[in-house]
């Protein structure tokens, strides 16, 4: 069980609507009990509350779900707002067995708040029902803004046309009102016809930009973005137009007090299996998202959940340079090092690593890996191929079978000979994230090799300076 990261027990975090008010952050999420599988059990939405990303208070169901025969058998994702006086949400009701009845599936439903703890379901008082053309099973996940430059609420959707599921007409879709009750239907807001569906669309202004967030219906399952001077478009993709990797999914966003922090989960894997593919929910991982100067935008982790970590302990500045390969363990992870943290940390399947790396030109491949086993060699990795500008998470040894189910699981890097590359690594028992500057791929890691933590480069030669490693929390 992961002891940083938040996970309800006994349950897998499922799509986050978050939430923020004076230095609170509300997690309003679907929890699935896994009975039998995902999906098996209709849910609502629970509620914990965070200020740090670190320490969790849970409240409990938030909305309950509705009868087996009711249009919000499951309560899918929406959007949680302030206006008017009163909190709203505004979110997706789903009747599995609806469609079969010749029913719409998915339906926008709507609840209001005084205290954003309590909350009541105004029936069919504001419904927006799939309109005509579009899929009525794939109508879903609200996101609503206020647009101060026209006076207006904007809510946004994601939907697919009417049609084969085959075909890639994944869009997003937009209503316009004055006063969160009477909603005008607006027509598509972006409809690039390159995914079959868009989930949890966002949307938000950072600086002179507008941005726009899908998570794409395919195998790669990323987080994608496009970005605008207006609201209206046109809506253009930077270089790297992604957050993290296929098994970061279904993120919002959500800015208190200067920091805007994306609520992602990192799915578990089928039967705990490397080999096997990711499943819906798992455990809430978040960034925070950093904007460049040229309007694109990266992530790093919170400053508060870094802090959290036990002492720092410095590790020597290495070098490696390899005719061939040349492998280093660089850090064992010792949980003694760190005797007053919490006994359930103190396993050595809670640690941060920090470094600098830097490359020489000619080398081929560098890369860091975790959980090694010193006598077999056995470990995880995050892989640096060169020449291909990328970083990869996979296994090691490369065996001559199949051992780690990876589509997805890269991020582009410009990889330039001389520059230093800025890591930090958390491994919090199955769920490892890497941060390269301001880079991020989560990874899901069922097994426990052992507890060294190596580096190594092929064809030619890399540094390695102001290691340090942290293991527990304080």
């Not at 053309?133 to 101060?148: A, F, K, N, T, V």
């Not at 219906?217 to 137009?241: C, F, H, I, N, Q």
């Not at 593919?277 to 959940?305: C, M, R, Y």
């Amino acid at each position: 069980m992961n002891t940083l990261y938040y996970q309800f027990p006994g349950t897998w975090f499922g799509d986050c609507m978050p939430f923020g008010k004076d230095d609170t952050y509300f997690l309003f999420h679907q929890r699935d009990n896994r009975n039998p599988g995902p999906f098996g059990e209709p849910f609502g939405w629970d509620l914990a509350t965070t200020k740090d990303f670190v320490t969790y208070e849970d409240h409990g169901v938030a909305i309950p779900r509705g009868d087996y025969d009711a249009q919000d058998q499951f309560i899918f994702a929406g959007s949680v707002f302030e206006g008017e006086g009163r909190y709203h949400i505004f979110y997706t009701g789903y009747n599995r067995d609806y469609s079969a009845q010749g029913k719409a599936a998915q339906v926008l439903l709507h609840a209001v708040s005084d205290d954003l703890y309590h909350w009541e379901k105004t029936g069919d008082k504001v419904e927006l029902p799939p309109q005509p053309g579009y899929d009525p099973d794939e109508w879903r996940d609200p996101w609503i803004i206020r647009d101060d430059e026209h006076n207006r609420y904007v809510l946004v959707l994601g939907t697919r046309k009417a049609g084969p599921k085959e075909e890639q007409t994944g869009c997003t879709v937009w209503f316009t009102s004055t006063d969160l009750e009477h909603w005008e239907f607006q027509g598509d807001f972006w409809t690039p016809n390159i995914y079959t569906m868009h989930e949890m669309p966002d949307l938000f202004r950072m600086g002179d930009w507008w941005y726009h967030i899908v998570t794409e219906y395919s195998d790669k399952k990323k987080m994608v973005y496009r970005m605008s001077r207006s609201l209206e478009g046109p809506w253009t993709a930077p270089a790297d137009d992604a957050f993290d990797g296929s098994d970061y999914y279904a993120g919002r966003t959500f800015e208190l007090n200067g920091h805007r922090i994306l609520f992602g989960w990192v799915g578990t894997r089928e039967d705990n299996d490397d080999r096997k593919n990711f499943e819906w929910a798992g455990t809430f991982v978040p960034h925070e998202i950093i904007q460049h100067e040229d309007g694109s935008l990266g992530v790093k982790t919170p400053d508060t959940l870094w802090a959290a970590f036990a002492e720092r302990q410095p590790i020597d500045d290495c070098a490696l340079t390899a005719d061939g390969r040349e492998e280093r363990i660089i850090a064992t992870v010792d949980p003694s090092v760190n005797p007053s943290s919490n006994p359930s940390n103190n396993d050595g399947r809670l640690f941060s690593l920090e470094a600098d790396v830097t490359f020489a030109a000619g080398t081929r491949n560098f890369g860091i890996r975790f959980y090694e086993n010193a006598t077999t060699k056995e470990s995880y990795q995050f892989h640096f191929p060169v020449a291909e500008n990328r970083f990869i998470s996979e296994k090691n040894p490369n065996y001559i079978w199949f051992s780690f189910m990876n589509i997805g699981l890269e991020r582009p890097i410009a990889l330039n000979a001389g520059e230093t590359y800025h890591l930090r690594l958390i491994v919090d028992d199955t769920v490892a994230t890497l941060y390269v500057n301001d880079v991020a791929l989560n990874t899901r890691v069922c097994e426990h090799h052992g507890d060294a933590i190596g580096f190594y480069v092929t064809d030619g030669s890399a540094t390695l300076s102001n290691i340090s490693l942290a293991v527990g929390l304080r």
